[in-house]
């Protein structure tokens, strides 16, 4: 019998090394709208690069490449249908990561991941270093960018809310308040889930202002800044997808806002990747450069939660696991 072989470790990490390449071709697909062409059934190539204004022939490789890896399949010669991880790049159906594709394969995030050398040299941020200012300024001065990336965190908040819904009972609170909650995707769900919660969505004043059309009249949207005040009263609040953009200073004072408007029976819920220890693979250790080179945030351990926790007077409960890469912290004012 022949012995088994394994991959030479040298093709191994030839992998790793294209592995942003497909990631870049995943966006590309995502931005001409490939999959919304095979919505219906398998099509030629020729069809979806008419319908997309591509060359044909270059749709044809970049839509062989990503087959290879399970991102469409080739059903016949040069036709192309759906798989379950093509079938998240359509627009406007469940679970749908178009626009997060779209928005990972943005120039801005393109020259943050090409800037790394410099973050690694000196810590700070590549966004800042390429664009002489941070991610939120430069949000705040280019509206359709920032209209784009609500866009795809818009499909992270519903992700993250079916999965969180999926574990954590919210029967029995009768005020939530979503701090930093972008649109209100995360308040919709919520809201869908638990029409009896009054619901806020709290956020800074430019980026509440579309909440309307995501929450209507399910749910109340308030603007303002989490660094000075949040709205009091609430029996529960959540803090989604905020602490990671944020080093630990940062993320201690938003914490102690939160407390601060807190009942001394309320509870905190904190949606964020947790890290595992070790070498255990997450893509949370890949989102955590991300954060870094991006806005000079991180992910964190639940450790490392339990201390960011404490310091703002608050004790960290349980954190449970969901079927997306975030766990829910569940926190209570401590003392």
């Not at 080739?74 to 749908?96: K, Y």
């Not at 000196?122 to 941070?134: L, N, R, V």
């Not at 919520?190 to 929450?215: H, I, K, L, S, T």
């Not at 800044?225 to 529960?236: E, N, Q, S």
Request: glycine share 10%; hydrophobic share 45%.
């Amino acid at each position: 019998m022949a012995e088994a072989t394994t991959e030479p470790a040298s093709m191994r990490m030839m992998s790793l090394l294209y592995g942003s390449l497909i990631g870049r071709l995943v966006a590309l697909v995502a931005e001409f709208g490939i999959a919304d062409g095979c919505a219906d059934g398998p099509r030629h190539v020729a069809e979806l690069a008419a319908a997309s204004d591509a060359d044909p022939d270059v749709l044809y490789r970049v839509l062989r490449a990503l087959a290879a890896g399970g991102v469409f399949s080739e059903v016949a010669p040069r036709t192309f249908a759906l798989t379950d991880l093509a079938a998240t790049l359509r627009s406007e159906v469940p679970g749908s990561m178009r626009d997060h594709a779209r928005n990972w394969g943005s120039g801005e995030y393109l020259h943050t991941v090409a800037g790394l050398g410099g973050t690694l040299r000196t810590g700070k941020p590549s966004f800042a270093t390429h664009h002489g200012t941070d991610w939120w300024s430069y949000l705040a001065a280019h509206p359709r960018r920032a209209a784009a990336f609500d866009r795809a965190m818009g499909d992270r908040a519903r992700q993250i809310g079916a999965a969180v819904l999926a574990v954590y009972d919210l029967a029995g609170v009768r005020r939530l308040v979503d701090v930093g909650g972008g649109q209100g995707h995360l308040v919709a769900a919520v809201a869908e889930r638990y029409p009896a919660v009054e619901a806020v969505v709290f956020d800074r004043p430019e980026v509440v202002a579309g909440a309307a059309d995501v929450v209507g009249h399910r749910a109340e949207a308030v603007g303002g800044d989490f660094f000075t005040a949040v709205p009091a009263g609430a029996d529960c609040y959540v803090l989604s997808s905020v602490l990671h953009d944020w080093e630990d200073d940062d993320a201690v004072a938003i914490l102690r806002t939160v407390r601060a408007a807190m009942d001394p029976a309320g509870r905190l819920l904190v949606l964020e990747v947790v890290l595992p220890e070790g070498d255990e693979p997450h893509v949370g250790k890949l989102l955590d450069i991300m954060m870094l080179a991006l806005v000079g945030g991180r992910e964190r351990t639940e450790r490392e939660y339990a201390t960011l926790l404490d310091r703002a007077g608050l004790r960290l409960e349980r954190t449970i696991a969901t079927a997306a890469p975030v766990s829910v912290v569940v926190a209570s004012p401590r003392g």
